[in-house]
């Protein structure tokens, strides 16, 4: 069955950086849309960023405005893995992250990592 498990969360101070990790299992992982997903106390989910292919080789990346400039996506296809490598962290980047695999009209959800950004 899919499975996707994020890891890399934690404690970071203003201006640190995080790296998170969803390595997938159960699918064809190459063919699929990668999300990363945040949650933040008392908000509706938001689309962090995804990273989707336009063809056999080429990636398409997209990025939330607040985002923008301070987040990158990435993928590893040959280890099912996507990546979110996020810079100059803000106390508002605070959230549960999660990630997402799309294909159709299949969406399947990781457990979510916690981000804490606090001084």
């Known amino acids: 069955q899919v499975q996707l498990v994020e890891s890399g969360g934690g404690l970071v101070q203003p201006g640190g950086s995080l790296s998170l990790s969803c390595t997938a299992s159960?699918?064809?992982?190459?063919?699929?849309?990668m999300s990363w997903y945040r949650q933040a106390p008392g908000k509706a989910r938001e689309l962090v960023a995804y990273?989707?292919?336009?063809?056999?080789?080429?990636?398409?990346?997209k990025y939330a405005d607040s985002v923008k400039g301070r987040f990158t996506i990435s993928r590893d296809n040959a280890k099912n893995t996507v990546y979110l490598q996020m810079n100059n962290l803000k106390f508002e980047d605070t959230a549960v992250y999660y990630c997402?695999?799309?294909?159709?009209?299949?969406?399947?959800w990781g457990q979510g990592t916690q981000v804490t950004v606090s001084s």
């Open positions: 159960g699918f064809r992982f190459s063919d699929y849309t």
């Open positions: 990273i989707s292919h336009i063809g056999s080789t080429n990636y398409v990346e």
């Open positions: 997402k695999a799309s294909y159709g009209w299949s969406d399947n």
